[in-house]
């Protein structure tokens, strides 16, 4: 029983590799589908940011056309004063001049908050630009890694899969039916020690006989709380 206990606990190791290995394959898609998202969120961010500038220079070049077309307004209306034949149409003429005038101080002061307002704008695209560049050139980077490592995870489980085939036939038949069979309805540890005269699995107190039991190495001793294989805290010596 003692030699069967040994390939168990080195079966179990077996098992809490490829339990590794299996949550590998589903953390690395994980992060790799969070870097995508992340990535895309950063991209938005930059595209919004690009957007916002180039509305703004659009805006600031349609003040400077209607700041072009009031100025030749302005000049327009100047050579009409010289044509008029009564002070009605004179004022009429001074009027339209002062409104575009009015118009034109307007529109500079507007074209020069829009020239302000791009500068700042493009500080902040070009600090989103570098950000986002940097992100995905480290995200390319670890993507590279992280693909890498999940196409050795397949081999190393293969492996692993094959080791446990070998170990499983070191250990007894009913044995090993007993393992299985506790290994498929508990998370964690099959086979555990007991600590302070308790399971380590479930800390239920263990009787000073069954631990007696256990030392004398003659048969299979179970949790009758979690139905966890137990061994002694010394592990297998006796």
Same mark, same amino acid.
């Given at each position: ?18 339990? +590794? ?20 969120? !950063? ?21 400077? $056309? ?24 004179? %004022? !009429?003429?001074?009027? +339209? ?31 989103? $630009? =570098? ?22 995870? %397949? +081999?190393?489980? !293969?492996?692993?899969? %094959? ?6 036939? $070191? ?25 302070? =005269? ?35 805290? +010394? =592990?297998?010596?006796?």
């Amino acid at each position: 029983m003692q030699e069967s206990l040994r390939a168990l606990l080195e079966l179990q190791k077996t098992d809490q590799d490829l339990h +590794e290995l299996e949550q590998y394959k589903v953390d690395i898609p994980n992060q790799l589908e969070t870097m995508e998202t992340v990535q895309s969120e !950063a991209e938005t961010r930059l595209s919004d940011q690009e957007s916002k500038v180039e509305d703004i220079e659009k805006n600031r070049r349609q003040h400077e $056309r209607d700041l072009q077309a009031a100025q030749e307004q302005v000049k327009k209306y100047q050579g009409q004063l010289y044509s008029v034949k009564t002070n009605k149409e004179y %004022d !009429a003429l001074q009027a +339209e001049i002062q409104a575009q005038k009015n118009r034109i101080s307007e529109l500079e002061d507007g074209i020069l908050q829009l020239i302000d307002e791009a500068e700042t704008e493009q500080e902040t695209l070009e600090t989103i $630009r =570098g950000e986002t560049e940097s992100l995905i050139e480290r995200f390319g980077e670890e993507r590279t890694t992280l693909e890498s490592r999940l196409s050795a995870v %397949d +081999e190393d489980v !293969a492996v692993k899969m %094959d080791e446990r085939k070998r170990m499983a036939m $070191r250990v007894e038949n009913q044995v090993l039916k007993v393992y299985d069979r506790i290994r498929r309805n508990l998370r964690g540890m099959t086979v555990v020690p007991i600590k302070k =005269g308790a399971c380590s699995g479930c800390f239920h107190v263990i009787p000073l006989q069954v631990v007696m039991q256990i030392r004398q190495g003659r048969r299979l001793v179970s949790c009758e709380s979690c139905g966890r294989i137990l061994i002694t805290e +010394e =592990g297998l010596e006796y």
